[in-house]
Each structure stands twice: as structure tokens, then as C-alpha cells.
């Protein structure tokens, strides 16, 4: 009986540590916490300038929100308008992009600081320290509160001049749908055993509470339906910032932070380290695989199967808005210029689709250089050395990572279309044409990924970078009037805006063969450098 | 037949850092070569160079009669490698990864396969991120001596066994050998080393300061005698190739260059002998003299 009761936890001495943990997570994460704060505060920050410039007048505003209470799908993707002031629009354009993308940083962080630890083995050495049981959930619990917390000041302090109590009451509630997917994301971690299964898991939860949103808000246009109010995200639409703030709903997070905070630190207290509540199932005593490039499918078809799903499914919401999509900007000038901008001078709803299939073409670049980039995490893992060790040449090595990568990027573009197909229903085959056509642009940004890593194996993150230029370029630009010799640095930018303009071969063309010369080049590099450990 | 593997005056260069600073290296075919150095000493880095990972600066290296950069598979079809820090797939089973790794080689014999999960006690269903370092290492070991090959490469393969599993592997190595199979063992366990090697090289800074078999290697080397004498020495201290000499009455202990033992023997046996032992040095003296220097450097 005495030892149970020694075992119980108790005493300050839990925590341990905590104030060294928390500053150590910070001092790991000061890239990374910074980048995505910034990205997001950027993004609620600039709308009400871009909002000023569509829909410059009180009237243009009035018909927003009308077309909004009529158009079903509309508030499905964004959520339902409270009021004509370019605060609440604001609010209402940004609020579950900027409070999915706050849970998104919150769940990396906490992860991060736990189940990854965890699963490297690196906690039995901290644990080991002066360190008490609960000082690692802490500390990762903390580093998301520093993190939301600055995203809340920089989000109240730059939207002040829309009106200060809106700006707070939209501040608190980005800050605390953090939290409530920092502290979703401390359970399951204490769940799984893989940090990946964690964060996916958790993502999951998040893509749930998107979909209540979205369909408590196709039901109703006042998001007071059940489903929306049953989703963390429908919360910081409810708390109608600049339309007369509800400031109750901030309760829900603060209710929901702690339920489930106290369950991360029960279940916590419950297991051993390094253990967890859901054990990995064992696999087979033998295994089938017999090439690199059979290793590589098995390596990468978890993620190909999610892009697949993710750009069907894109394509299937993007088509199904086509129509009301057209309707909603045919009465709005500024709208209009930017969707021909984006999407090409001909019909409306040729436009819009071109813009949508230019979007994904985009999002697509990422995946491209996440697949090219599995090489490199193979390569400084010490994975690649006893693999390269056998009878496989690095070429063949490389080339079965490359052909998922590169032949990905038309299996994603073409679900893509067939979403389009499914959605709208019309222009099937110019819509899978458009989709396809953006390949050689996709194909580029990968080629410049295989081109780092073959020369400059250090250097091959940086094609993230590259990607998230391209993106940032090919989504703002257009809105921002970036002069077109800046958008032309863009692969993207050089492509015909399909359907409604004319098919270009050439760019095409051109595109395709400075795609496999990066290829080509990265390939030689790879070929003749020193493998790294 | 060629040699197993030939390296002489490789050199290899990592910005400032010379690795490798010609340094040469003799395996001959059926034999069991032990590759010595402490840590730093450039064991790895030569390993990686025949294995093709990395391009040697300068100098030759041949493995089973080829180059090993140009002809990397071709070489690596006959060679399996078990490195001293195994990571695996965090969601391939053990059982997958030998699999995988044999294809990927001349082939797996299944028999093989089976009897050594079972000698090496290794749980083949488990996920790689499940498994302890101790048994990422024995799947390695399970790939490279299940596999159809000529020559076995095993840098430091047995950090992280047990004892227990460190003496299934020493069985395993032999019978290696005694299938004609060439086995390059680098380690610094020197006590596996003298248990297994025919031959040994020890190298240091990125070159080879000793190369031969162990008799070989001891003959250059001191061994010590302790002496208990019927009168009292005499004359030792002027004979060439002593060393530590250490007189307490009749009782003599000392140190001498094995190639001048028998002119200390025979000054020994005027004063009569009473007993005498005569220890040849263990691989640990003769590789801590090749470093004693540094040694002393250290403790200074």
C-alpha cells in the first residue's frame, strides 16, 4: 500500500526542470515558431487592405453579404458574414484559415516537444536529468502558449484600427483554438508510439472539426447550427468579432484547453516512457520486397494515397463552387480583374476554374519537393548507406524516388480534374487538359529540388523554400499587383491559363526540357559525390 | 586469384580534415582480417571508400579485383555490409529488411536465414522503430551472413550486443571463414579481434602503422618475464632490449623486445632459475604501445 502511495504523483518537484525545458524548446523552434506566425499574421494582417480594394464601398459590401446568405457553398468554405465592416469581413475571410493554421503550428510544436522526443530516445537522456514527470508536456504545452500568445498580440495590435475589442475578441480566439489543438495534440500523443501517427492523427481531428464547420454552416447562415458549434473552428466565427463580439464563446476554449489538458497529464501519468496506449502491431517475419524501387512505393505510397485523396477532393469543392463562384464575382470589378488575372481574360467561369487549377498546381509544387526531398531524409538518416552498400547503383536508388515524385505529380493533377468532372460536371476534357498542363511547371520546381540535393546535399531544404516563393508568388502576386516580370520568375506564371485561353505548346515545351536538364544535372552531381553521414 | 581488397596510399580529404593520409591496406581471399584504430582513426571512412560512398582523393583500392566506385554493384553483389549503427525503416518489420536486403544482394539462403533469427534470437515481426539497438544491429547481422557472398564487410557490428550474442556472432564469423568466405572486421574490441583475426592492420590518423598476423605483430613487440632466480642478477641491465627492469632480491621482473629474449634467458639461467613465467604481449599492449604517445599526451 505504501508504494502505491509513493507512486502517486505529487509535490512541486513534478515540474522540475520545466523553466530549462521551455527555454531549450524555444531556443529549437526559433525558426520555426517565428516562420509560422509570421506567415499567419501576414495573412489576416494584409486582408483588410486587399478587402478595401474589392469591395471599396459600403454598397459593394452590402452585396457581399447579401449573395453570402444565398450561396450555400460559399459559407461551406469560409463561413458565414456578420456584418459590412471590413473588420467582420476580415473575420470572416480569414478567421478559419488563420485559426486552422494557428492549430496547425500548436500541434507541430507540442509533438515535437513530446512523442518525438520520445520515440528518438532523446527523453530517457532528459528524463534522466534533474527533469520531473510532468516538466516535458509542460514545457511543450508552454512553448505553444508563447507561440499563440504572439500571434494574438500581433493579430489585436494590427487589426486595432478596425476597432480594438473586435481585434482582441479575434486575437483570443486564433490564440485559443491553438490551444485547444496543443492540448488535442498532448493526448494523442500519449496514444501512439510514432510521432508521425501523432501528428496525423491530430490533423485529422482538425480536418473533422472543418468538416462540422462546414456543413453546420451550408445548413444555416448564422452559424448556429449544432455541428458548427460542436467544432473549435465554428467557435471563432461565433465569436462574431467586429459584429458585436460574444465574449462567452472564449469560455469553450478556455473549458476546452483544460478538460483535455488534464487528460494529456492523466493519461501521461499513466504510461512509462517511451510506451504508449497504442502499441504498434508487428509485421510480417517476411517481406516481399525486392528492389529499391519497390522499397521506395512502399516508403512514399502513404503519402502519394493522401495527396490523392486531398486533390480528388479539391477538385470535387472547387467545382461544385464554379457556378456560384462566377455569379458571386461577375458584380465586382476589382474581383473580377483579379480572377482574370490569375485565371486569363476569357469567360468568368473559364477564369475562375483556371485560377482554382492554377491554385492546386501550386500546392502541387509541394508535393513534388516533399517526395524528391524523401532522398535527402533517407541519405541523413544512414538509411541510404547499407541500402547503397547492395547491389543497387544510386542512380536506381534516386530513380525509383523520382519516378513517385515526378509521376505523382501527374497522377495528383489528373484526380484533380477528375474531381473538377465530378463537381461541375461540364468541360471535362479541357478541365483534366488545364490540370494537366500544369505538370511542366510542377516538374521544374522538382527538378531544382533533385538539382540541391545532387549538388548541394546540405542545401536540399532549401527547395522548400523555393516552393513556398513559388506559392507566395502565384497566390498573392496577382492580388497585390506584383509588376508581371516579378510573377514571370514564377514556372507557373509562363503557363496558358487554360480552359478559355489558347493552348501553348511552347512555353509547355520549354518548361518540360528545363525540367529534365535540372534532373538531368542533379542526377550527374548525385553520381558523383560523396555519399553523406 | 586476386586479393580480396587492396588499397595502398589512399587518401581522402574532408575540407581541412585529413581522414585518410595514405594509407594501405591487404586482404587476402579466406581470411579473417581485423581492421584496429580507435575512434577517429579513419576505420569508417576507409570502409565507405570500398564501398563506394565516397571517392577516394588519391591512391588505389580494389575489392574482389574491382574498382569500387566505378563498378559499385557489380562489387557490392558479392559484398554484404552490416555498418556499427543500424537504422531501419520505422515501418518495415525486421523479417522485411533481411529480405530486402538479401534480394538486393546475390540472394538470401532461407535455411540460413531461419536458424540465425533463431541463434541470434531476433523477433522478425517487430517495426524497425520498436526495435532496440542491440536488435537493429542483429538484423544487419541476420542479412549479412544469410546472404549468398563472398566478402562480409562489418564495421564495429557488435556495439550493442550482449555478451551472450557477442559469442554467437564470434561462432558466426568463424564459420564464415570456414566456408571460404573474407571477413573484414573493424573493431576495437581487441579481445574479438584476437579471438577471430588471422590477420590484423591497426592504423592511426589515416594510416596503416602495423600490418601482419598476430605472431607477426607480437614478434616485434616486448614480452614480459618474471623470474624468481637462486642468486642474485646480474648483467641484465646491460643487455640490449630490455626494458622496466625491476630487481626486488632475487625476484626479477622486466620487459624485453621479443627478438632479444633469448640472450635475457640465457643471462637468467647463470644466476639459476627457480621459476619463471613469460607472457607474450595480448593485442591491448601492443596496440595501447602504438598509442601511447597520445596516451601520454592525454594524461599530461
Known amino acids: 500500500m505504501t508504494a502505491l502511495a509513493t507512486a502517486a504523483p505529487r509535490g512541486s518537484r513534478q515540474l522540475a526542470g520545466t523553466g530549462t525545458l521551455l527555454r531549450f524548446a524555444l531556443r529549437r523552434d526559433r525558426v520555426m515558431i517565428p516562420v509560422w506566425i509570421a506567415v499567419n499574421a501576414l495573412m489576416v494582417l494584409s486582408m483588410p487592405n486587399t478587402l478595401k480594394g474589392l469591395y471599396g464601398t459600403a454598397a459593394e459590401r452590402a452585396d457581399l453579404v447579401r449573395q453570402m446568405e444565398t450561396n450555400a457553398s460559399f459559407r461551406a468554405l469560409i463561413g458565414p458574414v456578420f456584418d459590412t465592416s471590413i473588420g467582420a469581413l476580415t473575420a470572416w475571410r480569414v478567421g478559419v484559415f488563420a485559426a486552422a493554421l494557428a492549430a496547425v503550428t500548436s500541434l507541430l510544436v507540442v509533438v515535437r516537444h513530446t512523442r518525438d522526443e520520445e520515440e528518438s530516445g532523446r527523453q530517457e537522456l532528459v528524463a534522466s536529468g534533474m527533469v520531473g514527470r510532468r516538466a516535458s508536456l509542460t514545457a511543450a504545452l508552454l512553448a505553444a502558449a508563447v507561440a499563440n500568445t504572439v500571434l494574438a498580440l500581433l493579430v489585436t495590435a494590427g487589426l486595432a484600427g478596425q476597432g480594438g475589442s473586435g481585434a482582441l475578441s479575434f486575437g483570443l480566439g486564433l490564440a485559443g483554438a491553438g490551444m485547444v489543438f496543443a492540448t488535442m495534440a498532448a493526448i494523442v500523443a500519449q496514444l501512439t508510439e510514432s510521432a508521425r501517427l501523432a501528428r496525423g492523427l491530430t490533423a485529422a481531428v482538425l480536418g473533422a472539426a472543418f468538416v462540422l464547420r462546414a456543413a453546420g454552416d451550408s445548413a444555416t447562415d448564422d452559424g448556429s447550427s449544432v455541428l458548427t458549434w460542436l467544432s473549435p473552428l465554428g467557435w471563432v466565427e461565433n465569436q462574431r468579432s467586429f459584429a458585436g463580439e460574444r465574449w462567452w464563446v472564449l469560455l469553450l476554449f478556455a473549458a476546452a484547453t483544460a478538460v483535455q489538458g488534464v487528460l494529456a497529464y492523466a493519461l501521461a501519468g499513466r504510461r512509462d516512457v517511451g510506451m504508449s496506449f497504442l502499441p504498434t502491431r508487428p509485421g510480417p517475419a517476411a517481406g516481399r520486397l525486392g528492389t529499391a524501387a519497390a522499397l521506395a512505393w512502399r516508403l512514399q505510397r502513404g503519402g502519394v494515397l493522401g495527396w490523392s485523396i486531398g486533390f480528388f477532393v479539391a477538385g470535387i469543392v472547387y467545382g461544385g463552387l464554379t457556378d456560384g463562384a462566377a455569379d458571386l464575382v461577375r458584380d465586382n470589378d476589382s474581383a473580377r480583374e483579379i480572377f482574370q488575372r490569375m485565371g486569363g481574360r476569357s469567360g468568368l467561369t473559364d477564369a475562375f476554374l483556371a485560377s482554382m487549377v492554377g491554385m492546386l498546381g501550386l500546392i502541387a509544387a509541394l508535393y513534388v519537393v516533399a517526395s524528391v526531398l524523401r532522398l535527402y531524409g533517407e541519405e541523413s538518416s544512414g538509411r541510404a548507406e547499407p541500402l547503397l552498400a547492395n547491389a543497387v547503383g544510386r542512380l536506381r536508388w534516386a530513380a525509383g524516388h523520382l519516378a513517385i515524385a515526378f509521376g505523382g505529380s501527374v497522377w495528383i493533377m489528373f484526380l484533380a480534374g477528375l474531381g473538377f468532372a465530378v463537381g461541375y460536371g461540364r468541360q471535362i476534357g479541357p478541365i483534366l487538359g488545364a490540370c494537366l498542363v500544369q505538370v511542366p511547371a510542377i516538374w521544374v520546381i522538382g527538378g531544382i529540388a533533385v538539382l540541391l540535393y545532387g549538388v548541394l546535399p546540405r542545401g536540399a531544404t532549401a527547395a522548400w523554400g523555393v516552393a513556398g516563393a513559388v506559392l507566395l508568388l502565384g497566390w498573392v502576386g496577382p492580388a497585390l499587383n506584383v509588376p508581371q516580370p516579378v510573377l514571370d520568375i514564377s514556372p507557373f506564371g509562363h503557363l496558358p491559363k487554360l480552359p478559355g485561353a489558347e493552348m501553348a505548346w511552347g512555353p509547355v515545351a520549354v518548361l518540360t526540357v528545363i525540367a529534365v536538364a535540372l534532373v538531368t544535372a542533379g542526377l550527374a552531381g548525385l553520381r558523383r559525390r560523396d555519399m553523406t553521414t | ?300
Not at chain 2, 4 to 24: N, Q
Not at chain 2, 71 to 85: K, T
Not at chain 2, 227 to 250: F, M
Open chain 2, 1 to 300: 586469384m586476386t586479393k580480396a581488397i587492396t588499397v595502398s596510399g589512399l587518401h581522402k580529404a574532408f575540407g581541412a580534415t585529413h581522414a585518410l593520409d595514405g594509407l594501405d591496406l591487404d586482404v587476402e581471399r579466406g581470411e579473417v582480417h581485423g581492421f584496429l584504430g580507435p575512434n577517429g582513426a579513419g576505420k569508417s571512412t576507409t570502409i565507405r571508400v570500398l564501398l563506394g560512398l565516397l571517392r577516394a582523393d588519391s591512391g588505389a583500392a580494389q575489392v574482389l579485383g574491382r574498382d569500387p566506385w566505378s563498378d559499385a554493384v557489380e562489387v557490392h553483389r558479392r559484398i554484404a555490409y552490416v555498418p556499427g549503427d543500424v537504422t531501419l525503416w520505422r515501418n518495415l518489420s525486421g523479417g522485411e529488411v533481411i529480405d530486402l536486403y538479401g534480394r538486393l544482394r546475390g540472394g538470401l539462403d532461407q535455411r540460413r536465414r531461419a536458424e540465425l533469427i533463431e541463434r541470434f534470437e531476433l523477433d522478425p515481426t517487430k517495426k524497425g522503430r520498436t526495435y532496440s539497438k542491440g536488435n537493429r544491429q542483429k538484423v544487419a547481422l541476420v542479412a549479412a551472413f544469410a546472404s549468398d557472398v563472398d566478402l562480409l564487410i562489418l564495421d564495429e557490428p557488435t556495439s550493442g550486443l550482449d555478451p551472450l550474442m557477442e559469442e554467437v556472432f564470434q561462432r558466426c564469423v568463424t564459420e564464415e571463414r570456414d566456408r571460404g568466405r573474407t571477413v573484414l572486421l573493424s573493431s576495437h574490441i581487441l579481445s574479438e579481434v584476437e579471438e577471430l583475426c588471422d590477420r590484423v592492420s591497426i592504423i592511426r590518423k589515416g594510416r596503416t602503422v602495423e600490418s601482419g598476423s598476430l605472431a607477426d605483430l607480437r614478434h616485434l613487440t616486448r614480452t614480459s618475464v618474471t623470474a624468481e632466480l637462486a642468486g642474485p642478477p646480474n648483467g641484465l641491465a646491460h643487455l640490449p632490449g630490455v626494458h622496466d627492469l625491476d630487481v626486488q632480491g632475487r625476484r626479477v621482473r622486466l620487459q624485453v623486445d621479443t627478438d632479444k629474449l633469448d640472450a635475457v634467458l640465457r643471462q637468467l639461467s647463470e644466476s639459476g632459475v627457480r621459476s619463471l613465467t613469460s607472457t607474450p604481449p595480448t593485442l591491448e599492449e601492443l596496440f595501447l604501445r602504438h598509442y601511447q604517445d597520445e596516451l601520454d599526451e592525454v594524461s599530461r
